[in-house]
């Protein structure tokens, strides 16, 4: 199916305006967020490929990382 004979997608703008509302953003950021939500998303090969620029950690990195304390809680 072609572009031109796809439905025409319903505009969410709810998460925008939550949005709007918990940051100071300014126009453009809302212009820019907009924009980029209809982008091409990575497939799952290419996120793996992203995630190796980084590196692996090894566990004693990991160990050495901040993190929280305290009791445990239930939810």
Sequence with gaps: MSDSEKPPRRA????????????PLTSED??????????????PAQY?????????ASVEELRRRPCFRGEPFEL
């Design 48 to 56: 793996e490929r992203f995630l190796e620029q980084f590196g692996h």
């Design 30 to 43: 809302i212009a820019v967020l907009r924009r980029l939500k209809d982008e091409v998303r990575l497939s």
């Design 12 to 23: 969410d703008t709810s998460w925008f305006d939550s949005l709007a509302k918990d940051l």
